[in-house]
């Protein structure tokens, strides 16, 4: 191999190393947390488009998934249970329009090797419902590698009774 093809070979391969933190946390903290923080925004933009097949692409689709509802008591196990979570919601296969809008404000991870946990507000604004009406709450996701992908594992999703 030339001389081009073993720098080449180098790069790439500190490149992969940096990728699955191998070199340490470096730059990687800050790949991750972009990468979580696309996740965050593909999560609300599931909950906006109430898209009960994007369930899949985001949580783990196994036993292990687990998720605590602001709107439900005791915790939800498994990928069956969180699908019928949101279908109870209104959730359908490939979406439908509510034009209620969620969003997450205040967002910050703290990543691991293979996971990573990010926490932050949510906001929710019913279509009809007066601004004072707005909901809002405490939010944590816990993200794990699986399969090359990170995926929800657990999510905590709870509500402030007082604003204030």
């Known amino acids: 191999m030339c001389k081009k093809g073993f720098i080449l070979l180098g790069v790439v391969l500190v490149g992969a190393l940096a990728a699955y933190g191998i070199l340490g946390d470096c730059d990687t903290a800050a790949a991750a947390d972009f990468e979580t923080d696309a996740l965050v925004q593909r ?3 599931m909950w ?6 994007l369930v899949d692409e985001l ?4 036993h292990r998934v687990s998720y605590f509802s602001s709107e439900k008591q005791g915790v939800i196990h498994g990928i069956n249970a969180v699908r019928e979570h949101h279908r109870g919601f209104g959730f359908v296969e490939g979406g ?3 034009g209620s809008r969620l969003w997450v404000a205040d967002i910050e991870t703290d ?3 293979g996971s ?3 926490t932050g507000i949510w906001y929710f604004q019913r279509a009809d419902a007066e601004p004072e ?15 090359g992908a990170f995926r929800i594992a657990h999510m905590h999703f709870a509500t402030y009774l007082d604003k204030e």
Request: net charge negative; aromatic share 16%; no cysteine.
């Open 111 to 113: 990543v691991f090797d």
């Open 48 to 53: 906006n488009s109430y898209d009960l097949s």
């Open 59 to 62: 949580f783990l689709t196994d």
């Open 133 to 147: 009406e707005l909901q809002q709450g405490p939010v944590t996701i816990v993200y794990v590698r699986y399969r």
């Open 96 to 98: 439908k329009s509510q």
């Open 116 to 118: 990573a946990v990010v």
């Open 43 to 45: 999560w609300v933009d």
